[in-house]
């Protein structure tokens, strides 16, 4: 038996969350590796399930936990063996695969990413899919040739989980990052993680010009909805936008001008189904580049038995940085 959390649907059909006690038995028979689960997170889509504010969970009863870190105990795939570190992020785990917030989890082989050398566990999860899309963000801006002189990088939700790790790599790799935040009180916060200015995130909530100031060199918006639109219509000629996110909503009520007129790009952002190399490579660098202390400064660890008090407080944006659930 072993310790998880376990979603169902009451009557009603609102989501019922438990701490309670399963079975190996109970894991999905389509698994082929068996994981010892060491650490697990809460990412805002952890929240939407766990809350059951979206239909994020689409196989019932669920494990939810998008993320784990932890050992393989028991393997079937010829890639892994007991005793091999492991990463797993997404891949419809915690939505429709059972998922991390567990102290085992039954998953795909093809899924795992190797931990890098040197990274324990705990790191891997303080990292979470939030900063694992921070750093597709990142990688996506420098493959576009944004460069640290070319000017200023907006990063949106910057108190959040993909947010704060976006702050700390783009400033780690030098550029001049601005964090868009509604918490002016973290702006030290913010400072310390390598934000070189702090502004209100009321200035892009609203309605705004097609066109405005040009301003950023790039932009890594999780927030989406008219915070995205008022970040594209003041990046700068040529500039390009990494959107992944919909904390404020997933709307675009926006105007082609920015991209006929100053040749902006808009690049997509997925984690979720984002091919295996792709991974390796945001994990490698993830490993290289992100600095410990900024890490250990967003992270702030929880019990497993807190994680369905904590939920909520994800979706009501009062997280800052990232929740790592050490689940046993
Ligand atoms: P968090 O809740 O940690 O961060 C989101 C931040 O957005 C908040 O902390 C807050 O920052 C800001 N925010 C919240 N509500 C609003 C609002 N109404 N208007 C403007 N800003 C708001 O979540 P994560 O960082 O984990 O995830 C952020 C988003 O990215 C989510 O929508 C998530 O689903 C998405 N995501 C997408 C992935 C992908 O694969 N594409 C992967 C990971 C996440 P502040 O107070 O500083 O303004």
Request: hydrophobic share 45%.
């Amino acid at each position: 038996m072993f310790k998880a959390i376990l979603l169902g649907k009451k009557d009603d059909g609102a989501t019922d969350a438990q701490l309670t006690e399963l079975d190996e038995a109970q894991l999905p028979a389509d698994g082929d590796v068996t994981i010892r689960v060491d650490y697990s997170t809460i990412n805002f889509k952890d929240g939407l399930a766990i809350t059951g504010r979206s239909p994020v969970v689409r196989k019932w009863p669920m494990v939810p936990g998008i993320d784990g870190a932890g050992e393989v105990i028991e393997s079937s795939h010829a890639a892994w063996k007991p005793g091999d570190r492991v990463i797993l992020n997404g891949w419809g785990v915690g939505e429709v695969h059972m998922g991390c917030l567990a102290q085992r989890a039954k998953l795909k082989g093809d899924w795992l990413v190797r931990l890098p050398d040197g990274m324990s566990a705990r790191t891997a999860m303080a990292i979470g899919t939030a900063g694992y899309t921070a750093m597709l963000c990142a990688l996506s801006l420098r493959e576009q040739g944004v460069k640290p002189d070319a000017g200023g990088i907006l990063v949106t939700g910057a108190s959040g989980g993909v947010g704060s790790v976006a702050v700390a790599i783009l400033s780690g790799w030098g550029y001049r990052v601005v964090a868009s935040t509604g918490k002016l009180a973290e702006k030290e916060y913010l400072q310390a993680l390598g934000a070189s200015e702090v502004i209100d995130r009321a200035a892009l909530s609203e309605a705004g010009k097609p066109l405005q100031k040009e301003r950023w060199a790039g932009v890594v918006d999780s927030v989406g909805s008219h915070t995205l639109v008022n970040a594209i219509a003041q990046t700068r000629y040529g500039g390009t936008v990494t959107a992944c996110g919909l904390a404020q909503g997933m709307d675009l009520p926006a105007s082609v001008a920015p991209f006929i007129l100053r040749g902006v790009k808009l690049i997509g952002v997925d984690s979720v189904m984002a091919p295996q190399a792709r991974r390796v490579q945001a994990w490698e660098h993830l490993a290289r580049d992100l600095d410990a202390a900024k890490l250990e400064r967003i992270t702030q660890e929880i019990a497993l038995g807190d994680v369905i008090a904590r939920a909520p407080e994800i979706l009501a944006g009062k997280v800052r940085g990232r929740l790592v659930v050490d689940v046993n």
